[in-house]
Structure formats: structure tokens, C-alpha cells
């Protein structure tokens, strides 16, 4: 299983810390039943066995996204699914042997297992896309799921040579989300990725994904964070082949009391590689966020390089933002940096703008707007102007 942390330094070993870990009403064995209705032997073997750990496992206590109040949904039996673009997809309950055997592969930990394996057991809504070899998709993939509640487990298989963008969208009715994505990018691969989050102020969203690159990957990564009572997404990428390119970006705004828990590591074990992490957001109200990013570089990793920096404006007196980032470097001959930066609005701006004449509130959703921009750009060139207008109206409503 693919952790996030390596508690291995050249001889040494930490000490894995202890998880407390509550009881709450919980999925049982006749909703287990339900989920394995209508699948492939191979599903049902893979559900089975992620259902076998998940009965041992209670639920985490988080320290800093707390989850008092959470309980788990009405089991949404039947998800709406929409995908637009190239038929490259089937449903994950219908898996063959070639999925199952490179799922196997591609255990990972996530935020915490007991969500890793929710998503496993008891996905409804999860999806299997293969690119052929050598293909360049010039249509987006575009994964979008309706309902209240939404629980999926999902791979996709980037083949050699070929180049994809993806689209991850849930409604904006959306109260629970669970999802475990997994990615292998295969050599001299593409994937752009975009998660888009609802914008629904209610519940709880818990995203994990993991990747794989191979040689000479590239993979490009946007998560907009909008959504939730509580909301943490978890994004690992381990890079195995030489001369990968990985380029995370984070855009996030929290207002009415929401809770935002991102975690975001890149783990390069091959060398000649580069990795970056950039988080971008606001926080209002009483809400709080938490943006840990994390470059690990193992030895081996020779004439790499990895950077990690977040910019975050803080909107009111109770907001609060913890900014943690986190270099592990096992090898010498390596570049790597971090930086976080956290502040309130520049009075001289406001002071400026509103001398020119404009009212308070539009100088403060001016200066903000700006932050956001160059991520509203990047959204509009690779994924369209319709997902970034949709980002920027909901970003122009949440300031006050």
C-alpha cells in the first residue's frame, strides 16, 4: 500500500502514529448486497475484499477537519452519471481481469483507508476509462454525477503515447461525496485533469486520488475547491519513470463556516523529474483551511526538482488558514523549495481604488478576483471558458 507518509529514512524507521478512530451507524451487510447486484466476477471478488477490511475499520477523528455530526447518506443505490466525449469508458461494476489485477497494484491510503475503502466497496457511480496507445483526444472526457450523494471508485488508464483531458464534476446538489480515483499514466503520456467541486455550502466531500507516471509523463492537475461542510481532498503522485513533469494547482474559497483539508504530495523516486504544488485562495467568515503540500524526493532521484508555494487572503477577523509545507529530500543533487504566504487585503489597494472612485465592495472583489485570475485563464485554455465563468461567479458571490 502506497502511504502518505515514508516512515523509512536510510536505516531508520518512525514510529507510525496510532489514528483514534470512533464508532458510527455504518453500511452493514444487507447494503453490501446492494452494491455487488449486477457486477462482473471480478467486481464483486474486488468489492468483497475491500468490504472484509472496511467492517474492521471505524471511522477517523480528525484533529483539524473535524467531522462531529457526520453520518453516512442513504445508500445511493442508483447515481446519475453523465459522460460526454470520447467512448473510452465502461462502468467499474463491470471490470475485467486486466482492471482488477492493476487495481490490485494501486492500493494506496488516502485521507484515511476507511473513505478509501468506501469508495471501493461500495461504488455505484465509479467508471474504468482506457485511452488507446498513441492517441490524442482532442475532446474533453467528462465525468458528472447527479444526486444528493455520490459514492465512486474509478480508473483511469493512460496508454502510452496518448494524450487526454478529464473534467470530474459533481452537481451542485451534491451533500456527500466519496470518491478513490486511480491513475497510471503510462510512458510519454498525457493527462490534464480538472476537478470541479460543487458549489453547495452543505456536507461532506472526500476525494482521494492516486497516480503513477511513467517515463517522460506529463500530468496537470486543477482542483477547485467550492464546495462542502467539509471538504479533503487528497491527491498523491508517485513517479517512477525519468523525465516526468507534474504540475498540481489548487484554487479554493471558504466562506460560511466551511472546513478545507487539501493535501497534496509528490513523491519522485526517478530522476531528471520536476514537480510543482501552488495553492490559491480565500478564506471568509468563520471558515478554516488546511493546505499541506508536500514534495518528497527519494534518493535516486538525481537532477530533480521540486517546488511548493501557497498564496492565501484572509476575508475576516475569524478565518483561519494553516498553510504546512514539506520538503523530504533523500538526494543531493536536487532543487527544491517552498514557500507559503498568508495575509489580509493591502489597505493601500483598497485606499487606491476606492480614491478612483469605486465603491468598497467592488475594490475588494477586484483585488480578489486578481488572485484568482491566472487560475481562471489556465481553466479557460485547457478545459473552456464555460467551467472558468462557472468558477468566477461563484467566487464573486462568496465575497463580501
Known sequence: ?????????????????????????????????????????????????????????????????????????????????????????????????????????????GSDEKFVLLSDTFSSSGVIVRTEPGKYYETPLEVKRYGKASIASSLFYVSRGS??????????EAEFVS?????????????????LQNDSLRGYNFSNNFYILGENAKLRIYDVLLDGNVSAPYHLVKVIGKRTEVNILSAFFASGGMVIDALYTTRLVAPESTAKIKGIGAVAGGSKVVFRG????????KNSSGDEHSDVIILSKEAIVQAIPSLLVDENEVN???????????????????????????ALKLIVM???????????????????????????????
Open 294 to 301: 508536500t514534495v518528497d524526493i527519494k534518493k535516486g532521484a
Open 1 to 109: 500500500m502506497e502511504k502518505t507518509l515514508n516512515l523509512v529514512h536510510n536505516e531508520f524507521k518512525m514510529v507510525e502514529p496510532v489514528i483514534e478512530r470512533k464508532s458510527l451507524p455504518d453500511y452493514d451487510l444487507s447494503v453490501f448486497e446492494v452494491s455487488i447486484k449486477n457486477t462482473s466476477e471480478y467486481a464483486e471478488v474486488f468489492k468483497r475484499k475491500s468490504f472484509d477490511k472496511y467492517r474492521k475499520l471505524k471511522f477517523p477523528v480528525w484533529k483539524r477537519a473535524k467531522l462531529d455530526g457526520f453520518k453516512l447518506p442513504e445508500y445511493p443505490e442508483m447515481t446519475e452519471l453523465e459522460i460526454n466525449g470520447p467512448k473510452i469508458w465502461k462502468p467499474f461494476n463491470l471490470m475485467g481481469a486486466e482492471d482488477y489485477e492493476l487495481l490490485e497494484k494501486l492500493e494506496f491510503q
Open 179 to 195: 470518491e478513490a480515483s486511480r491513475f497510471y499514466i503510462e510512458d510519454n503520456a498525457n493527462l490534464n485533469i480538472l476537478f
Open 370 to 400: 486578481g488572485s484568482f485570475n491566472p487560475v481562471l485563464e489556465k481553466i479557460a485554455d485547457e478545459f473552456g471558458k464555460d467551467y472558468a465563468r462557472r468558477v468566477y461567479d461563484v467566487i464573486q458571490e462568496r465575497i463580501e
Open 163 to 172: 494524450f487526454l483531458t478529464l473534467i470530474i464534476n459533481n452537481s451542485e
Open 336 to 362: 527544491a523549495s517552498h514557500a507559503a504566504s498568508v495575509g489580509t487585503i493591502d489597505a493601500e489597494k483598497m485606499y487606491y481604488l476606492m480614491s478612483r472612485g469605486l465603491p468598497e465592495e467592488e
